[in-house]
């Protein structure tokens, strides 16, 4: 059992940045590809950046390309995620999450509590 825990949430204008933390639990830590989610208010969750579990691949969405940057520490089983130039719509609570190196991007076992970002224009 993975335990996920998010943070470094708050408020920012719009132009902002925040720096977004994940610290998980498991000593193999490394062993996971871990991503980032985002739910905003009345929409579903949606994937936001992955990065596989050496850190060597990275996959964002279109709309984050460019001002958000994912990335790990598996020495301290620490995962990342820069947010710059934010924008009213990056709005969201957002999750980490990991799924086993063996598994696709698209698959996750274990999630965390979410930490909640807003953006004021």
């Known amino acids: 059992q993975v335990q996920l825990v998010e943070s470094g949430g708050g408020l920012v204008q719009a132009g902002g940045s925040l720096r977004l933390s994940c610290s998980a639990s498991e000593r193999t830590f490394g062993s996971y590809n871990m991503g980032w989610f985002r739910q905003a208010p009345g929409r579903e969750r949606e994937f936001v950046a992955v990065?596989?579990?050496?850190?060597?691949?990275?996959f964002y969405t279109d709309s984050v390309k460019g001002r958000f940057t994912i990335s790990r520490d598996n020495g301290k089983n620490m995962l990342y995620l820069q947010m710059n130039s934010l924008k009213p719509e990056d709005t969201a609570v957002y999750y980490c999450?990991?799924?086993?190196?063996?598994?696709?991007?698209?698959?996750?076992?274990?999630w965390g509590q979410g930490t909640q970002a807003t953006v004021s224009s």
């Open positions: 990065i596989s579990w050496s850190g060597n691949m990275t």
């Open positions: 999450a990991a799924g086993h190196r063996t598994q696709s991007f698209r698959t996750y076992d274990f």
